[in-house]
Structure formats: structure tokens, C-alpha cells
């Protein structure tokens, strides 16, 4: 019996907690990543859980807001924190990470399963009969932007 195949848009953090999930729970994960064939004005390179404005993941400090978010997807089981802990540069109470350290960190757990399969392509379309996660972001392309609009109308694409 093959397994189950989930198509994720977009190779960012939540593109690869995603994945990383739905790995560990037996699923297998096919993911659309569109650099480097498409870049953006803000990536510099094509690394998967790239950070590009900043190295800060925000406060650890349970009594704000980010750390108590932190706190409550350890107990969820966030497959990217421990990650980023094994990354960690210091920065007081934050968390913040060596950018690239992260980033191959990131690709080595998705590579570790034989499930994962990276394509590296800008995707244009959706398949409705296909369960996907489009975890493109605020960087979404315009050609999958128009494509979620005609899927969920216009007026509801907030980036």
C-alpha cells in the first residue's frame, strides 16, 4: 500500500514544519520550492527555512507573547524549535539562530526521511484533488496568488 502524499508550496518555515510533521506521522511529503528557478527580492539564496529579515525568533521569556507561543508549541511538538535551539547564537533572552546553520540544519532533518522530495519549480496551479499546504507566504508568486484567488476569491488573499 503506498503512502499518502501531501504537496506543500513553499519551502519556508511553515512550508517545512509541515512537512516535518506530516513526515513523522507517516505521510509522504512532495515539496514546491520555486528558487532558485524564480527568485525574490528578498531571499539571497535558494536554502530551504531561510530567514531573510531577521535571525530573531523573538523572545524565549514566557511572559510575552513569542515566548509563550514558543512554550506552547514545545508542548505541541514543533519539529523547527529544537532546530533552532541547536542553532542558537547568543542574544539574551532570544532566540536567534546562525542563518545558515538553520537553514542546512532544516534540510538535513527533511532529508533524513526517505519520503521527502524536493522539486525545485514555481508553482503556477492547484490541484483540488490533491491535498496541499500552500505555505508560500507573503512572497507568494503572482501567477499562485491569482491561482488562490480564484480558489477563495480575491478579497480573502491577506499577505
Not at 539571497?44 to 514558543?70: I, M, Q, R, W, Y
Not at 492547484?126 to 499562485?144: M, Q, R
Request: charged share 25%; with cysteine; proline share 4%.
Amino acid at each position: 500500500m503506498s503512502k499518502q502524499v501531501v504537496k506543500i508550496i513553499g519551502g519556508g518555515l511553515a512550508g517545512c514544519e509541515s512537512a516535518l510533521q506530516l513526515l513523522k506521522r507517516g505521510f509522504a511529503v512532495k515539496m514546491y520550492e520555486m528558487r532558485p528557478v524564480k527568485t525574490t527580492g528578498a531571499h539571497k539564496g535558494d536554502s530551504l527555512a531561510e530567514l531573510v529579515c531577521s535571525n530573531s525568533l523573538k523572545s524565549t521569556e514566557p511572559c510575552t507573547a513569542s515566548g509563550l507561543l514558543k512554550a506552547e508549541l514545545d508542548v505541541l511538538g514543533c519539529a523547527l524549535l529544537p532546530i533552532a535551539r541547536e542553532c542558537a547564537v547568543p542574544s539574551g533572552s532570544a532566540l536567534s539562530v546562525d542563518r545558515e546553520k538553520f537553514s542546512k540544519a532544516v534540510e538535513k532533518a527533511l532529508g533524513e526521511y526517505a519520503d521527502f522530495t524536493l522539486v525545485r519549480e514555481e508553482v503556477t496551479s492547484l490541484d483540488e484533488d490533491v491535498p496541499t499546504i500552500v505555505a508560500s507566504g507573503p512572497l507568494t508568486s503572482d501567477a499562485l496568488a491569482e491561482e488562490v484567488g480564484k480558489l477563495t476569491g480575491k478579497s480573502r488573499l491577506f499577505f
